[in-house]
Structures are given as structure tokens and as C-alpha cells.
């Protein structure tokens, strides 16, 4: 996948960008893939992107497909590849997997045929201005090459199936298990077998389902970026459909249409921000870091301690991480208790005539 600039020059009122596909070696006819392209121009949605058009050329195997590019480029560039872009806040997540979701469901099942993909990841979600998301590089089934022609690169086999990668099944249940996947990449912010983890760790699927299965313990696996700003209600529903989209039997994961429909449920489960997200560098006193076992960020206790201060009667000094700051001075009479002659004669008095000692009120200064 590449991206493209067409125009005359930089400052091109007519400028644009488009993504470019390149697709597997096919010993299809140059004929057949021609049709083929015009038939994927049928496909119109909202939630997929527009195929603008197409390269090939008789004497050569080479061929590509160029599809719309949108604002921001696609969700892998947003979760993994730009420091410098927007954050990703919870809202902004749920907006991109819902549309994303209706794209697989009108390609599967809505569209004027069925069409899917070979590999589906977040590299084929493109993300607009407002975090609307749409589909690139979909192709019809009779693109999709045989057992020997899937491509067995380490982004590929991250989000195969199970059936697809065992015994070569390309179903549209085999781009619901991908889509399980690209959920639990909008969670917990990590790529299916990354290398820059501990092998026990590379493994998404494996290593969260423990997580995913528990509520309680699901908000260790979350994202740091999202830095504990999203409700756990809609977490805990975003886990249940993942799981249910990465189970081993193809005829008990649900279909696309089941999940949008899951997904419009939680929508309006909204997280209100009242603070902008800020990098953990920026919070004034803490240092906050990547757990090396689990997606939680770490934040020390702040470095407080009570050191004794040698006996004073002008006042108590507590030592902090800044400077020591002193307490005012005590009063003198600290720790002191004073009785009235009147008070005395009264509890005589009492403990004369009832049986019942009442209590002393006692007049108290200091601490």
C-alpha cells in the first residue's frame, strides 16, 4: 500500500492524494482484470472509499488499484506510525469501528455483490476530518487468489484467520475474525504479533482474552494514550464483541450486520472530556511510563517522607520532595488542659449525689 500525490506541483490548486494498492501476481488476463475493476466501481457507500482508477499493461504483471485518500491517512498511521498527529480519544475509536463495521456489512451482505477482503487490517481504514472512517483496497471475490497465493508477510498472517491460514477459507466470517482484531487494536493500542513486546506478549488474541473475558481486569490492557478517559460500561461491550468476532469456529462468529447493529448500541455512550489529552510528559510532578507486562501506566507515588525534627518549641517541619516548609508555631500552652474551681466543685457535688459519674467538660487547647 503507498500513498500517491497527483498534481502539477506542490501549490496545485488541483492537487490530490489517492492510496495505491498493489495487488498479488495473478495469471488473470488483462481482459478479465478490467472487468473485473469496472465491476469494483459499482460498489458506492458512504463507508467506502471511491476507486479513482487503475494500472496494468498487457506485458507485465504489475497492476494497481488507486482508491481516495482521506484527511488523516489511515488508522495504522494514527495508532502506530504519527507522533505528531491528533489523538485518538474514545469517542473518535467508536466512531471509526462503527464505520468501519458498515462498510464490511455492505460489502458482505448489502452491496449489489459480495465483496471482501484477502487481507483486512488497519492499514484499509481511512480516517476524514471529523473521524469518519472508509474502506480501501476491497476487491471482489473472484480477485481473491487461491490457498498458495495468500500472502504469508508478517501483517498478513497478523490478521488472517484461522481458517484462512489451517486450510486456506476465505469466507466473509474470515474478515469478521480481521475485524476482531482491528477492535482489539482500538483497545489496547498494540499490533497482533509485534516484535517490540515480550513473545508471551505478541500474540494479541492469546494474551487478551484472559483480560477480555474479566471486567474487572480489562482496564489493564487498555491503551495509555486514552490515559483512563473512557467508559467502562461501553469498554466492557467493545471486549464482548471482539471476542465474539475472534472465536476459532467460523459459524459462531456473528455477522457484520450484527455487528453495527452492537455497535449503535453503545454510541451514545459517550466519555465527556473536560481536559484537552496531554502527553504524560507535560503533567507537572509526575513521571509516567509503559508497563512492560501489561498496557498500564505507570505513575510513581509521589516521593513524600516525614523526617523527625529535632525537639522545638517554635513548630513542626515536614520534609517533602521541595524545599521543607514550616507549620506556625504552636501556642504555648500545647497539649494542656485547664479546670475551673467552679468545675471541681460541681463534680464533687455529682459524685456525691448520683450514682452515675457524669463526664468533665474539659477545655482544650493545642492538639
Given at each position: 500500500m503507498y500513498k500517491?500525490?497527483?498534481?502539477?506541483d506542490a501549490s496545485s490548486s488541483k492537487k490530490f492524494e489517492a492510496t495505491i494498492i498493489r495487488l498479488n501476481s495473478s495469471a488473470q488476463g488483462l481482459r478479465e482484470f478490467i472487468n473485473e475493476v469496472n465491476t469494483l466501481a459499482l460498489l458506492q457507500n458512504p463507508n467506502l472509499c471511491k476507486l479513482l482508477g487503475y494500472h496494468a499493461r498487457d506485458s507485465?504483471?504489475?497492476?494497481?488499484?488507486?482508491y481516495e485518500r482521506l484527511f488523516h491517512?489511515?488508522?495504522e498511521q494514527l495508532l502506530y506510525g504519527r507522533s505528531d498527529g491528533p489523538p485518538l480519544d474514545w469517542n473518535a475509536r467508536m466512531k471509526i469501528a462503527l464505520c468501519s463495521a458498515q462498510g464490511l456489512a455492505f460489502l458482505h451482505e448489502e452491496g449489489p455483490f459480495l465483496a471482501m477482503y484477502n487481507e483486512f487490517s488497519t492499514a484499509n481504514i481511512q480516517i476524514d476530518k471529523d473521524f469518519s472512517a472508509k474502506l480501501s483496497g476491497y476487491g471482489c471475490v473472484g480477485h481473491i487468489p487461491e490457498t498458495g497465493g495468500i500472502s504469508v508477510n508478517a501483517v498478513a498472517v497478523a490478521n488472517l484467520s484461522v481458517e484462512t491460514l489451517e486450510k486456506g477459507w476465505l469466507t466473509p466470517k474470515s474478515n469478521v475474525w480481521s475485524f476482531g482484531i482491528v477492535l482489539l487494536e482500538l483497545l489496547t493500542g498494540r499490533k497482533n504479533l509485534d516484535n517490540r513486546y515480550p513473545k508471551e506478549e505478541r500474540n494479541l488474541v492469546k494474551w487478551s482474552r484472559p483480560f477480555l473475558a474479566d471486567g474487572c481486569r480489562l482496564s489493564l490492557i487498555m491503551d495509555p494514550h486514552l490515559k483512563g478517559r473512557f467508559p467502562m460500561k461501553a469498554a466492557r461491550t467493545i471486549a464482548d464483541i471482539a471476542q465474539r468476532c475472534l472465536q476459532k469456529d467460523p459459524s459462531e462468529r456473528p455477522t457484520m450486520?450484527?455487528?453495527v447493529e452492537n455497535l449503535k448500541v453503545i454510541q451514545d455512550i459517550k466519555y465527556s472530556c473536560w481536559f484537552p489529552l496531554q502527553e504524560p510528559a507535560t503533567i507537572v510532578g509526575k513521571q509516567m511510563s509503559r508497563s512492560p507486562s501489561f498496557n498500564g501506566v505507570i505513575t510513581p507515588a509521589p516521593g513524600l517522607s516525614f523526617l523527625p525534627s529535632p525537639p522545638s518549641r517554635?513548630?513542626?517541619?515536614?520534609?517533602l520532595t521541595r524545599p521543607p516548609t514550616s507549620v506556625s508555631a504552636l501556642p504555648s500552652r500545647a497539649c494542656s488542659s485547664t479546670l475551673s474551681l467552679q468545675e471541681l466543685e460541681r463534680q464533687e457535688a455529682r459524685r456525691s449525689a448520683a450514682t452515675?459519674?457524669?463526664r468533665?467538660?474539659?477545655?482544650?487547647?493545642?492538639?
Open positions: 500517491a500525490s497527483f498534481g502539477d507485465s504483471e504489475q497492476r494497481m488499484l488507486v491517512g489511515s488508522l450486520r450484527t455487528v517554635t513548630g513542626l517541619f515536614i520534609s452515675t459519674i457524669g468533665t467538660s474539659v477545655e482544650v487547647e493545642g492538639f
